[in-house]
């Protein structure tokens, strides 16, 4: 059974700092691994799909590594800013999506 | 384009009455998802539709019904609402096994 577990349950930091979330998860046979952003009282916002066979992706401020091997990916933010305060979640697809608890992010101006 | 659309936004409930959330999608994906939030306990999947005439049970079925009445809408259906179904609930589309899934705004539904 897939676990996706994130690390850390919550963030807060100074505007501008570069900053990392983790993303772990237990069956590497995943299709691919999506990062979303959800605003308070808000719906999922798709940032950066990586499928299986890639080793990261770039949106922007945003990239997304991953690791199948290891079971990791990480969401590097740079430069961060207060518009980026939301909650990161990420999720792998082994066919079915299956989410981590999220990483709820503060950044302070 | 409206990508996902749910119905409706928000809804309070009586215990043991009954309501049915719709969800309707205009991206022309095969397969479509509801899931429910809670706090502390993140996004956990109710029931599936991986293609127009079927549907399978996620990780936390009990309670629930889902009919997909066509490619384009799947619908979740609370037969006796419970306490423990207050959530937000969310419908998600997707179309390949490699495709992202696209999620809609959700319905917050409180049962008292």
């Known amino acids: 059974k897939q676990e996706v577990t994130q690390i850390p349950a919550a963030l807060s930091v100074p505007e501008g700092e570069n900053l990392v979330l983790n993303c772990s998860f237990t069956d590497s046979a995943i299709y691919n691994l999506q990062w979303f952003r959800q605003d308070p009282g808000k719906g999922l916002t798709s940032l950066l799909l990586?499928?299986?066979?890639?080793r990261e992706q770039t949106s922007g401020r945003l990239n997304a590594s991953l690791d199948k091997s290891s079971g990791r990916s990480t969401l590097y933010i740079a430069a961060s800013q207060p518009g980026d305060s939301a909650t990161y979640l990420c999720?792998?697809?082994?066919?079915?999506?299956?989410f981590g608890q999220g990483t709820t992010l503060q950044v302070k101006p | 384009n409206a990508g996902v659309t749910q119905t409706p936004k928000f809804q309070v409930l009586k215990t043991g009455q009954s309501m049915t959330l719709q969800c309707a999608q205009d991206?022309?994906?095969?397969?479509m998802y509801w899931y429910r939030q809670d706090p502390g306990m993140g996004l956990r999947l109710i029931y599936y539709s991986a293609s127009e005439g079927t549907t399978d049970k996620g990780e936390v079925p009990n309670g629930y019904n889902v009919s997909r009445l066509n490619k384009r809408e799947f619908s979740l259906r609370l037969e006796s609402a419970a306490p423990s179904q207050t959530s937000v609930y969310f419908c998600?589309?997707?179309?390949?096994?490699?495709?992202?899934?696209?999620f809609g705004s959700g319905t917050r539904l409180t049962v008292v």
């Open positions: 991206m022309n994906h095969n397969s």
């Open positions: 999720a792998g697809n082994t066919g079915k999506l299956i």
């Open positions: 990586i499928q299986s066979s890639q």
């Open positions: 998600a589309t997707s179309d390949r096994d490699w495709y992202g899934y696209t």
